[in-house]
């Protein structure tokens, strides 16, 4: 029996870029021109990927040379084989349960799950003009885009290819931009109330130890 074609299959290129741009979207509701950036951002790691995923594989055709030298029994244009870290690793079995595409999915699903936390958290303090300091913002400023880049990271765990590997560390540099443009103008909206979260609440990674409730109090957090 013939094998099913890897790539070249532009049909679920578009579909699955569709599909999870909409996801994410449905997830961050971007309303300034601040939030289209980091979301047009996103959307063209997604495409890249998907891709490279069931369209051109360029990373296999750049490495094959190398990986047919290194794993020669390897079919490297068979799809499972684009796992490349289950490969690389000598996963046998089907790479969709190996243990790199297992802590991929974690990573998506709670890098989707901060960025909807954090909207909603977000949403309700815009629209009675206070400060989000409550939610996913209890323990870091900007828990939306730590989640693009844990849903980012947990893709490269799962198909990592040339291009998005390029393109992670641009645009984890343009959220930080992002969030230290946005901190200037929420600064300059609330002034000291701001300036105190900012004291005790960290930027994007979350503090290991346990919050002293002193500061919660300041924040007019119980």
């Given at each position: 029996?013939?094998?099913?074609?890897?790539?070249?299959?532009?049909?679920?290129?578009?579909?699955?870029?569709?599909?999870?741009?909409?996801?994410?979207?449905?997830?961050?509701?971007?309303?300034?021109?601040?939030?289209?950036?980091?979301?047009?951002?996103?959307?063209?790691?997604?495409?890249?990927?998907?891709?490279?995923?069931?369209?051109?594989?360029?990373?296999?055709?750049?490495?094959?040379?190398?990986?047919?030298?290194?794993?020669?029994?390897?079919?490297?244009?068979?799809?499972?084989?684009?796992?490349?870290?289950?490969?690389?690793?000598?996963?046998?079995?089907?790479?969709?349960?190996?243990?790199?595409?297992?802590?991929s999915a974690l990573f998506i699903g709670g890098g989707f799950w901060l960025i909807?936390?954090?909207?909603?958290?977000?949403?309700?303090?815009?629209?009675?003009?206070?400060?989000?300091?409550?939610?996913?913002?209890?323990?870091?400023?900007?828990?939306?885009?730590?989640?693009?880049?844990?849903?980012?990271?947990?893709?490269?765990?799962?198909?990592?290819?040339?291009?998005?590997?390029?393109?992670?560390?641009?645009?984890?540099?343009?959220?930080?931009?992002?969030?230290?443009?946005?901190?200037?103008?929420?600064?300059?909206?609330?002034?000291?109330?701001?300036?105190?979260?900012?004291?005790?609440?960290?930027?994007?990674?979350?503090?290991?130890?346990?919050?002293?409730?002193?500061?919660?109090t300041a924040l007019g957090r119980s």
């Amino acid at each position: 029996m013939q094998e099913p074609q890897a790539y070249g299959l532009w049909s679920l290129v578009i579909l699955n870029s569709v599909l999870f741009i909409f996801f994410a979207f449905s997830f961050f509701k971007p309303n300034t021109a601040r939030d289209w950036r980091s979301f047009g951002a996103f959307s063209a790691f997604l495409v890249a990927l998907f891709t490279e995923m069931y369209g051109f594989p360029l990373t296999i055709y750049v490495l094959s040379g190398w990986l047919q030298s290194r794993y020669p029994g390897v079919d490297w244009f068979s799809h499972d084989a684009g796992h490349l870290l289950e490969t690389l690793f000598g996963w046998k079995a089907n790479p969709h349960f190996g243990p790199f595409h297992i802590i991929s999915a974690l990573f998506i699903g709670g890098g989707f799950w901060l960025i909807s936390a954090a909207w909603r958290v977000l949403y309700n303090a815009q629209r009675t003009g206070e400060l989000a300091t409550t939610g996913p913002y209890r323990s870091v400023r900007h828990p939306q885009y730590a989640g693009f880049v844990l849903v980012m990271f947990g893709f490269l765990l799962e198909w990592p290819t040339i291009l998005t590997l390029a393109m992670f560390p641009v645009l984890v540099f343009m959220y930080w931009r992002l969030a230290r443009s946005e901190e200037k103008d929420t600064l300059a909206a609330f002034g000291e109330p701001y300036a105190a979260y900012t004291r005790v609440t960290p930027a994007f990674l979350p503090k290991l130890t346990r919050r002293d409730r002193g500061a919660d109090t300041a924040l007019g957090r119980s």
